[in-house]
């Protein structure tokens, strides 16, 4: 009986605590949600400050200077106030701290109970506090948090209100205080569940939607058998690179590669192994590009480029021999090669002073024609050339 108990209570924390959502969905909709709570938090103190600061001024010229009613009105407009600065500090901040922002909710509704208790229970200790309804409901539909802390704010409130009212008004007030209270707070919890549950529901279902979104756009750019970047993509990204490139930078290069007789490669081994082929090589520049910081796609059938930025001329043999050098590793066999018995590479590298041009089809073509070069001089090479730069040509040995 006790343990069936037990799992009754602790099936209605775990519904109350994910949702319903899962508790992995649930505490990222939540991370995204909450801080969306500083903007509320900041709305709530300034109304509060504007709503107070009033009711200080009425007591001092309306009710016989009643400077102690007073100082607690402008008490709580001032502390509204201040804590309205220290949500704007706290929102400028990078990396907002979840429990800096529970702090200043908490400091908020005690701040909030304050002026109510006050205003219901202490100042107008013959009436019934049915303004407390508004208090308890409104307060904490502001805010988007887990159903334990507004089950805290909740019970605590109404413990504190039900203590004052008891103590201050006659019985025959108070009990229509208590019904008010236990009403207005069982209200507000059942409010706040259904709303903070909505709220997350549409911050679930946005993350999905732009989950997608980001699906069907990384498949859009993306080479599906190298996952590489696509053609598309390269010649969006290489336009973007023409036009922000880096104060630090110099030069640009864009290098475009063909696998050396990938056409005897297919006729020989056939076109699934092909198709291997060409993953290996995907993965090798995939490799590259994050060993070395550059850019690669393919950009045609066995056709690959390679686009980064230098600062040092001559650092881009590095790249290019650490390139070739990294195919020559893969040793995939090709015996009908007339250059090697394995798979090599032909690249063409057109290095361009940064700023001088933003036409990418030139550039494109300048490099095209460095791979035409490098084929017509004996393949498995690679031809850089570039402004105000003789050609010259880097070869690596055999294996």
Sequence with gaps: ???????????????????????????????????????????????????????????IFAEDKNYLKALLYLAVAAIALILS?????????????????????????????IFG??????ANPDKPASLALCFFICALLLFINPPQFNFFLTLSAVVIFTASTIFVKEYHIWIYDIIYVVVSGSLGLFFTWH????????????????????????????????????????????QRYLSNYRTSDDWLCIALADIDFFKFYNDTYGHPQGDVCLRSIGDALNWLRDDLGVYAARVGGEEFAVIWFEKDSSHVDKVINQWMETIKNLKILHEKSKVSDYVTMSIGVYKARCGLTHDSQVLYDLADKALYAAKGGGRNCAIITGDDIKQYKITLPNP
């Design 85 to 113: 600065f220290l949500t704007n500090y706290v929102m400028q901040q990078i990396n907002v701290n979840n429990r800096r922002i529970y702090l200043l909710i908490t400091l908020f509704y005690a701040n909030l109970m």
């Design 195 to 238: 709303i903070s549950k909505l709220r997350l529901g549409l911050e679930l279902s946005a993350n999905e939607l732009e989950d997608e979104r980001n699906k069907y756009v990384d498949q859009s750019i993306t080479d599906e058998l190298t996952q590489l970047r696509n053609r598309r993509d390269f010649m969006h990204t290489f």
């Design 117 to 122: 208790i006050y205003f219901s229970v202490w």
């Design 1 to 59: 009986m006790i343990a069936n108990i037990r799992k009754f209570f602790l099936n209605i924390i775990y519904s109350w605590r994910f949702y319903t959502f899962g508790r992995e969905q649930y505490q990222e909709c939540m991370s995204n949600a909450f801080v969306n709570n500083l903007q509320s938090l900041r709305q709530g103190n300034f109304l509060i400050a504007i709503f107070a600061l009033p009711c200080g001024f009425i007591p």
